[in-house]
């Protein structure tokens, strides 16, 4: 009678052992495919960076010489580096485009991963990329979300109304102050004419630079916040 039930209890005991192995496994496949794709979203997001920072460096260097005269994309006869200019001028549409789509999928693919973490964000996955494509709400949403994403990542509390860090400003700063440089550089290099046309590509080259650096500081904030949700979480998912 003993041996049978020391016999029942030692089966239940190893049935229960095998069936919270099985839970363990299946979580532990279910946190590597996340960790798996949030690390294939930064590394693609950091690649499109790179090829943004290296076309943009050509452009700033096409943007000096048109300065100096050595370039004129005005001229009714294109010569050798007006025309590679060209072409560069659209792979730099295009490769920026590109590091958009990756961008976003990356912030999309951030914000996703604490959801699934349990952590309550302000904002949801979708809208943090969607708050870029808003006109007005685009100036400081995006700002607003980065924030949030790098403290929270961090383990940071009231992560929505912090001071941001250091990085993170002068991204944004970058950024905006970037695209308005650019904006007024195509205005006047459109419909200006002899000085305003060289202050223009002046300018122009003051705002590649500055997209230049914004690119440079948001590889360093992809990084960080990665590195962060691959170490502080998991820290923090062993002590729960």
Known sequence: MIASVCLAVWLQFNHFKVHSNAEE????????????????????????????????????????????????LLSPVYGPLEQIYT???IAHTAIFLVSVVFVCMWIYRAHANLRERGIEMETSPGWAVGW???????????????????????????????????????????????NIVSYVSVRMSAFDTGEGISVGVAIGAVGSGLTIACALLLRKI???????????????????
């Open 25 to 72: 496994s299946i979580q532990n496949v279910q946190d590597s495919a996340t960790f798996t794709a949030r690390d294939r979203a930064a590394r693609n997001a950091e690649y499109a960076i790179f090829a943004y920072i290296g076309i943009s460096a050509i452009v700033l260097v096409f943007e000096l010489l048109e300065l100096a005269g050595v370039v004129n």
């Open 87 to 89: 072409v560069v001028l």
């Open 132 to 178: 870029f494509f808003v006109p007005i709400m685009n100036l400081f949403k995006p700002f607003q979300n980065m924030r949030e994403l790098w403290a929270e990542s961090h383990l940071e509390s009231d992560a929505y109304g912090d001071p941001a860090p250091g990085d993170i400003g002068a991204w944004w700063a970058c950024w905006i102050v970037g």
């Open 222 to 240: 992809i990084r960080d916040i990665t590195s962060a949700q691959n170490t502080e979480l998991n820290v923090r998912q062993v002590f729960e």
